[in-house]
């Protein structure tokens, strides 16, 4: 049986480096934004998997345009995700 490596933890910020996918815009992860981005995330995955409905398309435009409205994304993210999944 092996055993796993001892682990240490630290407070030294150069161990955790920022993260690409962090959330840019607003300057913080709101409750609501973070409900937005899981929809969002949830929606643009039936896409991906085959479902091509419109009121699904329709919902992902909502959920841009509320997500621009709010800062979390900017415009040019907006378009990003249209034409890779719309």
């Not at 962090?22 to 913080?28: Q, R």
């Amino acid at each position: 049986m092996s055993r796993r490596p001892a682990f240490e933890f630290s407070d030294n910020e150069e161990d955790f480096p920022e993260q690409d996918w962090e959330i840019e815009g607003s300057g913080f992860y709101d409750d609501e934004a973070g409900k937005l981005i899981n929809q969002l995330n949830l929606s643009l995955g039936s896409i991906k998997a085959g479902n091509s409905s419109i009121k699904l398309k329709n919902q992902v435009l909502y959920l841009l345009d509320s997500l621009v409205e709010l800062g979390t994304i900017g415009k040019k993210e907006k378009k990003k995700i249209i034409s890779d999944y719309i």
